[in-house]
């Protein structure tokens, strides 16, 4: 949102904080009531507008899950590069050049088709979940630990003179700064795995691609369909870097004093 929309006195967090909660509740409202302007439209887009809105529905759910496991993998992965422990290391960086170096579409495919240990698969839904996360994760992990790399030295040993233990340091002094750091690249990350979502319609996930796909092959009009898919997944992303602009905003300090 403008900053020019807020009142002059409102403080820089009571603005992030309002416009995050705007943009959820738009986003929500969006996918909650996007069926009804969906269906004045004509053929083929009126008649399909609650399929188009339950694969939304899904897209969100695939991006939000995925993403927020692919932030926890970026963590995990980054701290293991960084570590002084070789095994750790080499561990982290195979994954990092496995999910970097091939195809979205092969990991998720290669996703499904795992055999469990009981003899049974991943539903589609947790097959294109880890496939996501994974993918996205490797590209969090790089993000990540490049921010741990910009804190200057000497907040790690201002940190420890003042009796902090490693950990601490880490928890309190470091990963705040680098999290903020590595915020704008996490942010686009996220953005790109809402669309990269749609490679699940290949196992069979009812998320907004196929929801289009199958549109499209029953009415043999791409046009209208390809509109449609692109405008949804448009105000998506909007809304979605609203948020994650606000905050930004509120976590870039050194900026807005």
């Known amino acids: 949102m403008p900053a020019n929309m807020f009142p002059p006195g409102w403080s820089r967090e009571?603005?992030?904080?309002?416009?995050?909660?705007?943009?959820?509740?738009?986003?929500?409202?969006?996918?909650?009531?996007?069926?009804?302007?969906?269906s004045w439209l004509p053929a083929p887009i009126g008649p399909a507008a609650q399929q188009f809105a339950e694969g939304s529905r899904m897209t969100v759910q695939l991006t939000v899950v995925a993403g927020l496991a692919g932030v926890l993998l970026g963590v995990i992965a980054a701290l293991a590069k960084l570590s002084s422990i070789w095994p750790l290391r080499m561990l982290a960086s195979f994954y990092i050049w496995v999910f970097r170096g091939t195809p979205l579409l092969v990991q998720v495919m290669f996703a499904f088709s795992i055999t469990l240990p009981n003899g049974s698969n991943f539903t589609e839904f947790q097959a294109a979940v880890i496939a996501l996360a994974l993918n996205v994760g490797a590209y969090n992990a790089e993000a990540i630990r490049a921010g741990i790399l910009a804190v200057p030295r000497g907040q790690h040993e201002a940190a420890r003179s003042l009796g902090l233990s490693s950990f601490q340091t880490f928890i309190d002094v470091i990963f705040p700064q680098a999290f903020r750091i590595s915020l704008p690249a996490l942010v686009n990350n996220i953005v790109s795995l809402l669309k990269d979502s749609s490679l699940a319609y290949v196992i069979g996930v009812v998320e907004l691609s196929n929801i289009g796909n199958q549109v499209k092959s029953a009415s043999f009009e791409p046009v209208p369909v390809f509109i449609t898919v692109a405008a949804i997944y448009l105000v998506l992303t909007t809304l979605m870097t609203q948020v994650s602009d606000a905050i930004e905003r509120q976590l870039d300090v050194e900026r807005h004093k």
Not at 21 to 33: C, K, R
């Open 14 to 38: 009571k603005k992030s904080a309002v416009t995050v909660a705007t943009a959820i509740i738009l986003m929500l409202l969006f996918l909650w009531l996007m069926a009804t302007p969906l």
